[in-house]
């Protein structure tokens, strides 16, 4: 769901960390004129697959395609489901030895790939306004439109034609695009941290499908209203300064095609598809990477999550071996297979696991969840609070909407439920 990043670190020492990591690869370094107060200033770059490391004197910016980082930097043409998000930015995290509580997200991409229901480069070419803004073609990528400002905008555009070597025929990828923190802060984003609350992801979903709703596009497979599938009519309603007819106009096209019309075919695609994508957050998940829907057996409730690994062990007997299910902490995307089976979150059992078996893990869950208030406590002691405040990471934003809801509304005040 996640694709482009762009973050900011301040903290000296974490910048050190990170700009000394031996993954990093070396590529420029060079000066120039700070024309403010006329010194020279020095700007060191390096990589590490598809992400770019920029080091200014004050700060270091960190910016690429989470998706295709989760492809090893090849590409981002597949599916890139809420656990394939979290695990990707836990591993980046653990690998770097980042606090995502020090990393700023100034900048966001997120979208879904979705298999058009008809070609997709028609599709694209029959774009033609998102809100009041007119799509036009976005000039690094072919068959590509955006509409919006940096503020905020949305970018359609033919995914298959993009990575044909890895893309599934006919992929259509829409996306929601910032490159202002002011916007992301506004959705509860403000640092890396934010975006491993599976709740975040729900948020974005239902940003994607509300954006989607506000596309006009061309249903040119139809003759039904050939008067709307005029570019020159929309541009005159605008010029008009008509706001509402506008909005009434796009009603009635919509109204006209149907159920089976482009807009709403594809509204119902993108929908399913988001569906999909937040579901494995709690489900299963087999080492091809297909979602397997719990099932109950005999009363018993199904694993919450889990990630199939195969186990390499000799097959005999033309005896597939059974693959061993690894469930993950919903906030911190650890295994937490070593815990009860009904658990979700990173617990006591499972911490004294890392701090035991894998330290350096262990470390950075302490660094980010053990306030200084309780750090002088014994590591026993330790362990309870940094448990509660993992939990507290994913159920407190869900309280504190409810508590917000009850203090400003009234229980008899008509109220939408959008999403279910």
């Known amino acids: ?117 008809n070609n997709v480069s028609d599709l694209v070419k029959w774009l033609r306004f998102h809100h009041r803004k007119q799509f036009v073609k976005f000039p690094k990528l072919e068959q590509c439109y955006f509409a919006g400002t940096d503020y905020f905008g949305v970018k359609a ?73 005029n570019t020159d009519f929309w541009l005159e309603i605008l010029e008009s300064n008509h ?23 594809i509204y119902t695609v993108i929908d399913e598809k988001l569906k999909l994508l937040n579901e494995c957050a709690n489900s299963t998940i087999s080492e091809l990477g297909k979602l397997i829907k719990p099932e109950t057996t005999n009363g018993v409730k199904p694993q919450k999550i889990g990630v199939h690994i195969p186990t390499i ?16 902490c919903l906030v911190t995307g650890l ?17 004294k696991y890392y701090r035991e078996n894998e330290p350096a893990k262990y470390n950075l869950v302490e660094r980010q969840y053990l306030t200084k208030k309780t750090k002088p406590l014994k590591w026993e002691e330790q362990l309870y609070y940094i448990s509660h405040n993992i939990r507290n990471a994913y159920t407190n934003k869900i309280h504190n909407q409810k508590s917000f809801e009850k203090r400003n509304y009234s229980p008899n005040q008509l109220q939408f439920n959008f999403r279910t």
């Open 1 to 117: 769901m996640l694709d482009y990043i762009k973050i900011i670190i301040v903290d000296t020492l974490q910048i050190n960390e990170v700009w000394n990591h031996s993954d990093l690869i070396y590529h420029s370094e060079h000066t120039y004129l700070n024309k403010s107060d006329g010194t020279l200033k020095k700007v060191g770059k390096k990589s590490y697959l598809n992400l770019n490391f920029t080091r200014y004197e004050n700060r270091l910016e960190i910016d690429g395609s989470l998706h295709k980082l989760f492809n090893t930097g090849l590409h981002n043409a597949n599916d890139f489901t809420v656990t394939d998000c979290i695990n990707t930015i836990n591993k980046f995290c653990m690998q770097f030895g980042v606090d995502p509580e020090l990393c700023n997200v100034i900048g966001l991409e997120f979208g879904i790939n979705v298999t058009a229901p």
């Open 157 to 229: 555009y033919n995914k298959t034609l993009q990575f044909p070597q890895y893309a599934e025929p006919n992929i259509f990828r829409f996306e929601g695009k910032t490159r202002q923190s002011k916007y992301l802060v506004l959705k509860g984003i403000k640092t890396l941290k934010d975006l491993t609350d599976p709740t975040i992801f729900r948020l974005l979903s239902d940003v994607i499908l509300a954006e989607w709703g506000n596309v006009l596009i061309f249903d040119k497979r139809t003759k039904k209203g050939v008067k709307f599938c």
């Open 243 to 265: 706001r509402n007819t506008f909005i009434k106009s796009k009603k009635r096209y919509y109204k006209l095609l149907g159920r089976n019309g482009l807009q709403n075919l």
């Open 313 to 328: 062990v000799k097959v005999e007997n033309n005896r597939q071996p059974e693959p061993t299910v690894y469930r993950i």
């Open 335 to 351: 295994d937490i297979s070593m815990q009860k089976k009904d658990s979700v979150f990173l617990c006591i059992a499972g911490l």
